[in-house]
């Protein structure tokens, strides 16, 4: 990996519970743009890091779908010319959620809990169900989908609501959000 001030370094959770962390090159300590590198990192902390395996960089502005995701193109990975060439990197706010999903199998019945688990909005619960006909083979995985599919659906519906309560709340104006 070769940085320059100014590029970012996205690096992957550890563990699952963890979040991705996402900061800003202000010094490369090692030859020809090389590690160790000082970073700020987004919760305005500074370190000195050796990426490991984990970690992307981005060379240039770092959209927010890009940010999410930690993927970089491989022009951007392997970006030539010198430093001043190439765009300045915009501030990026990278923020991870997660679903929790539970299954609860009783004979012909599945039942999935999805839960979102996230900085905003607050914790959203949704649930599904899934019932095996007695002609249909029997198969763990189906149902399982099914309910899951279900659950992730009523979680989508809560979040595109309250997306609306949010506008509206601060426009003052009635919001009707589209869901694709």
């Known amino acids: 990996m070769r940085a320059h001030v100014g590029d970012r370094i996205i690096l992957a959770a550890?563990?699952?519970?963890?979040?991705?962390?996402?900061?800003?090159?202000?010094?490369?300590r090692?030859?020809?743009g090389?590690?160790?590198y000082l970073v700020r990192w987004g919760?305005?902390?500074t370190g000195l890091i050796?990426?490991?395996?984990?970690?992307?960089?981005?060379?240039?502005?770092?959209?927010?779908?890009?940010?999410a995701t930690g993927s970089a193109s491989s022009a951007e990975t392997h970006a030539a010319g010198s430093h001043a060439d190439r765009p300045q990197p915009h501030s990026a706010h990278l923020r991870e959620w997660q679903v929790r999903v539970s299954l609860l199998e009783?004979?012909?019945d599945t039942s999935a809990t999805v839960v979102l688990v996230a900085d905003s909005p607050d914790r959203l619960r949704a649930s599904g169900t899934s019932h095996r006909s007695a002609d249909?083979?029997?198969?763990?995985?189906?149902g399982d989908e099914v309910?899951?599919?279900?659950?992730?659906?009523?979680?989508?519906d809560q979040l595109v609501a309250q997306a609306e309560k949010d506008i509206e709340r601060r426009t003052g104006e009635e919001a009707h959000v589209r869901a694709t």
């Open 14 to 28: 550890e563990h699952v519970d963890e979040p991705t962390r996402d900061g800003e090159v202000l010094e490369v």
């Open 147 to 156: 309910a899951v599919a279900r659950a992730l659906r009523h979680l989508a």
């Open 30 to 32: 090692g030859p020809e």
């Open 43 to 45: 919760d305005g902390r």
């Open 34 to 36: 090389g590690p160790p």
């Open 50 to 67: 050796y990426p490991g395996p984990g970690a992307v960089l981005r060379i240039g502005a770092v959209d927010d779908a890009d940010a």
């Open 136 to 142: 249909d083979t029997a198969s763990r995985e189906i």
């Open 106 to 108: 009783s004979g012909d």
